[in-house]
């Protein structure tokens, strides 16, 4: 069973937005830049994120994304559910049958155990997430290297 990049891309994506939409709305070329997430790729994540209602988009100058509702009630498998990804470890992802002959020995192991993670994801919101101090210094790490980064290209332009 392996999440795919889009589910991980997602989750990464909105805790961003999370931690940053304090500041306004959040654009998406800072959070390629920042999780290093091709900006096309966030477009399409997005614009699934947008539809499942979980981000709300503000166009124009300074424009960007906020989360749509407060973050503790963003629960990770609804993020992975909105970009339409999926926990699923079953070989014949549990809509056909395992086998010629129909289901395999371990089966229901791994559809328990899908169930199982599928709880788990949903059990955890964002908010839970930013708090977590690990997620914080990294965030605050990537604060840092974006705005050195910044400063290098406007001195780069000035001089």
Known sequence: M???SKGRYAVTAMLDVALHQDNGPV?????????RISLSYLEQLFSKLRRADLV????GPGGGYRLAVPALDIS???VIGAVNDSVVATQCKG???CTPRGRCLTH???NDFSNKMQDFLDSVSLGELMDNSEVIAIAKKQNMVQGMQHDILNTSRLG
């Open 76 to 78: 990770i498998g609804a």
């Open 108 to 110: 229901s192991l791994w």
């Open 56 to 59: 709300s988009s503000i166009r």
């Open 95 to 97: 809509d056909k049958p």
């Open 2 to 4: 392996k999440l795919t």
């Open 27 to 35: 654009c998406l070329a800072d959070i390629s830049e920042r999780q």
